[in-house]
């Protein structure tokens, strides 16, 4: 027989995490856990309430499924059951782990994949005053070469200004979770681009992506909230350079593999990020990083603390998972 389980776990984040939306404390997961005869899978996922999503509501999509689970529901049809999300992500990652501990295939070779090799991952210097961020930029460059930078709105000029000055030979991404204007936008794009910025994530609010086509920024611009799975890839194609590929939002692994051939067809750069969470939410997104011309999977590192047998960080350099965590 084969039977699903759902927990939420709560887990403590170092210090507090802003962004331009709002901080939080603790890293709030949804765990799916799938057993067969013995064997077990298990899957991570973050609702995230910007997408209208909860952690009651995730727990009661996946609830509902545990008699189509016993019953020996596959990946196949569980993309037509739950639209793109985080509860279709924990459930897809437990069944790619439990196929691949009851065939003894890692999921790496199931898929038709790379073997996972060793990876950079960017570290993200939380929202704050641009004094702060500095001290942070300065301490983080001495283990992590390349920075994501949270941003928010009218001071983030003097923010990137002296957050360079802090750390002056360190790589630079930016993230504004759509807290800018399209002036905002046209103002800082030059200005970042002299400091030596690589890539501006999510500048505009979803859905306002159409006014990028009056803006000419000469850093490259990477959609993340707009655009989701590949049913949302058209209507940005043209207005990006690249696409922040989250499980959370494609629904699991399996749609992810869909969105790095999509990406590639379009001439679209892949950049494979994550929530945070712990371990067990990094390790499927992981065997993505050989498609992606930037690695933003540190979750683990802005925890207070990890999950047993969780992927092994040396500064930012990403080991592959074992099978203990995952796959």
């Not at 759902?6 to 802003?18: L, M, T």
């Not at 210097?125 to 301490?139: F, H």
Request: hydrophobic share 40%.
């Amino acid at each position: 027989m084969t039977i699903l389980t759902v927990n939420r776990e709560s887990w403590p984040i170092r210090g507090n995490f802003r962004i331009s939306r709002g901080s939080k404390s603790a890293a709030e997961v949804v765990v799916a856990q799938i057993a067969h005869e013995g064997v077990m899978g298990r899957g991570e996922c973050v609702p995230y309430t910007r997408f209208g999503e909860t952690i009651n509501g995730v727990i009661e999509q996946l609830d509902g499924l545990k008699s189509r689970v016993a019953q020996g529901l596959g990946r196949d049809q569980l993309q037509s059951l739950l639209p793109a999300g985080a509860a279709r992500n924990a459930i897809d990652c437990a069944m790619w782990d439990l196929e691949a501990k009851l065939t003894g295939v890692p999921v790496w070779r199931r898929a038709g994949l790379p073997s996972p090799m060793p990876a950079t991952t960017a570290f993200t210097i939380s929202l704050d005053t641009p004094a702060q961020m500095a001290r942070n930029a300065a301490s983080a460059s001495t283990n992590h070469p390349l920075l994501k930078v949270k941003l928010g709105g009218d001071s983030d000029m003097e923010r990137l200004k002296a957050i360079r000055q802090a750390a002056p030979d360190v790589r630079l991404i930016v993230d504004a979770n759509e807290a800018w204007t399209v002036e905002h936008l046209s103002e800082f794009g030059p200005y970042f681009a002299e400091l030596g910025v690589e890539l501006i994530e999510q500048p505009l609010p979803a859905g306002e992506d159409h006014k990028l086509t009056d803006v000419d920024c000469p850093v490259p611009l990477c959609a993340d909230e707009s655009c989701h799975d590949t049913a949302s890839l058209q209507s940005i194609t043209g207005l990006y350079r690249f696409v922040n590929l989250k499980l959370d939002k494609t629904g699991g692994l399996t749609e992810a593999l869909f969105m790095v051939q999509a990406c590639q067809k379009a001439n679209l750069g892949i950049m494979i990020g994550c929530m945070i969470a712990t371990s067990l939410a990094m390790a499927p997104a992981t065997l993505l990083n050989s498609f992606a011309s930037y690695v933003d999977l540190d979750g683990p590192l802005l925890l207070e603390r990890d999950r047993n047998s969780g992927l092994a960080y040396t500064n930012s350099n990403i080991s592959p998972a074992t099978a203990d965590l995952w796959g």
